[in-house]
């Protein structure tokens, strides 16, 4: 069964860093794009982040760029976001998805998701 299982969320002081991790079993990602999204409490889901199969495309969101990084490990079939300089509002669920189409950042467009690790972000 295919599956992507997110790690890493936790709590962090404003100003500190995180990093998440997917992990992807039931089949290779390697031909397919990583994507994180968030949801904070009362909001919609969020576009954060997205890589291609190859790694040489990325995006991100505009609160975010310059201070999230994603990256991927295609022999590892993992991808992660590493984040730093944490705000307040970066809290959030924190959920990695995959698609065989890259440059699509909406969540209809994803073929799987993963069911999300918490990031809460506070002194």
């Known amino acids: 069964q295919v599956q992507l299982v997110e790690s890493g969320g936790g709590s962090v002081q404003p100003g500190g860093s995180l990093r998440l991790s997917c992990a992807a079993s039931?089949?290779?990602?390697?031909?397919?794009?990583f994507y994180w999204f968030r949801q904070a409490p009362g909001k919609e889901r969020e576009f954060v982040a997205a890589?291609?199969?190859?790694?040489?495309?990325?995006n991100y969101a505009g609160a975010v760029k310059g201070r999230f990084t994603i990256s991927r490990d295609n022999a590892k079939n993992t991808a992660s976001l590493h984040m730093n300089s944490l705000k307040s509002e970066d809290t959030a669920d924190y959920y990695c998805?995959?698609?065989?189409?890259?440059?699509?950042?909406?969540?209809?467009?994803?073929?799987?998701w993963g069911k999300g690790t918490l990031v809460h972000v506070a002194s």
């Open positions: 039931g089949r290779t990602f390697s031909r397919d794009a």
């Open positions: 890589i291609s199969w190859t790694g040489f495309n990325t």
């Open positions: 998805a995959a698609a065989s189409k890259y440059g699509v950042f909406f969540g209809d467009a994803m073929d799987y």
